[in-house]
Every structure is written in C-alpha cells, then in structure tokens.
C-alpha cells in the first residue's frame, strides 16, 4: 500500500475513534466508576441522544457522593432539561447538609426553577444579609421635606423561598414604610428631631474644640 493511501487510511480510523468514543463515554463511566457512583454506559450513551451533556450530570454525582448526598441521575437529567442550573443546586445541597439546614433536592430543585438562587439562598440563611435602601424622599405634614435612608437585614427562609418576597420586594415595602411614616409625623417630631441633631453637632465641636486646643497647648 502506497504512503499516501495509508496516512489516509489512519485520519480516517482517527475521526472514526474520536466519533466512538464521544458516542460511548467510557473515560467518563471508568471515572464515575472509581469515583463510586454506579451509572451505566448505556445511560450516558442515551444522555448523548437526549442532548444532555453526561459530563455535567457525572460530575454533579461525584460532587454529591463525595460530600455524602445521594442522587438520582434520571432526576439531575430532568432538572437540566427544565433548564435548571445542576452544578448550583448540587452546591446548594451540600451547603444546606454541612450547615445543617433541612434542603431536599426536590425543593433546591423547585427552588432554582424559580428563578431563584438556591446557593445564594442557603448562604443568607446561613449569613443574614444587609440591604441599604436607595435615598427615599418623603414630605411631611407641615410641609417639610426629609430624605431618609435605611439599612435592613435580611435572612431567608428556605421553606418559603418559593412565591416569598425578593430582595426588590423588601427595599419597596421599607421605601413604602418610610414615606409613610414620615408623612403622618407631625412638626414636633421634626423640631425635636432637628433640636437633637443641633445638640449633638454642637457636643461634638465642642469635644473636637477641646482636644485640638489640648493638642496646641502640648
């Protein structure tokens, strides 16, 4: 056989052993296998055919069997296929065990379906988290104009994450309040407002008066 028929000969067997082998992921069943999750060949053949990317759902099993967490591939296959984020609802499964906080896959599931951030989720039930609200401009009764800030903190609770108020929600409600509140005060409540704030400014320059003629006299 001349050269040339056999280096065509080889790139053929070539793009033949690389369609095989993407066709039959058997580097990616041997590695499930040593990495103790049990997924037959046969079912990551048939991911291939149902347009799921069987190394997304073998690394989610890895990932969970190795924190402690049982998965079923057929349920990592649907969730993807709803279009779900598999990596991040694994995430937050392992978070939600290390921490003790009671998360199954089917509400982690639901939960990201949402629209939600599941991980995110579990870390602020974990870390309460603090919202600043814009600048809210509110008039009040006697016609004076306050501008007034606020600072809320936040903790989610898993089991009513889904349909429950976003982090948008909590800033309106809070703007809602303060408007509110600032509108039905009257003006003593301002004036003494005002008379505070004039004391304390005055106690502070005078603190600040005190040790800066301290410090020259040193």
């Known amino acids: 056989m001349e050269p040339t028929g056999i280096i065509i000969w080889a ?3 070539l793009v033949a052993l690389i369609i095989l082998l993407w066709f039959f992921p058997v580097a990616l069943w041997f590695q499930a296998l040593i990495s103790g999750v049990r997924i037959s060949l046969l079912q990551l053949i048939l991911m291939r055919w ?3 990317p069987p190394g997304t759902i073998v690394m989610a099993m890895i990932t ?9 591939p057929n349920a990592l296959e649907a969730h993807y296929l709803a279009k779900g984020n598999v990596p991040n609802v694994i995430n937050a499964l392992i978070s ?3 921490a003790n906080i009671a998360l199954d896959f089917k509400m982690a599931a639901a939960i990201d379906l949402a629209g939600r951030d599941v991980f995110e989720a ?3 039930s974990v870390n309460p988290k603090v919202i600043n609200t814009p600048p809210v401009t509110a008039v009040a009764k006697d016609g004076i104009q306050l501008i007034a800030k606020a600072r809320v903190t936040v903790r989610a609770n898993i089991k009513q994450l889904v ?4 982090e948008d929600t909590v800033l309106a409600r809070v703007g809602e309040g303060i408007v509110t509140s600032i509108g039905s005060a009257n003006a003593s409540i301002h004036n003494k407002i005002a008379i505070k704030d004039s004391m304390s400014l005055f106690i502070l320059f005078g603190i600040w008066l005190f040790f800066h003629i301290t410090y020259c006299l040193v």
Do not use: E, F, P, Y
């Open 163 to 166: 349909g429950g108020a976003g």
């Open 122 to 124: 579990v870390q602020m």
């Open 64 to 72: 969970g069997t190795k924190a402690g967490i049982k998965l079923d």
């Open 50 to 52: 149902r347009k799921v």
């Open 96 to 98: 939600a065990d290390k």
């Open 11 to 13: 790139a053929i067997s």
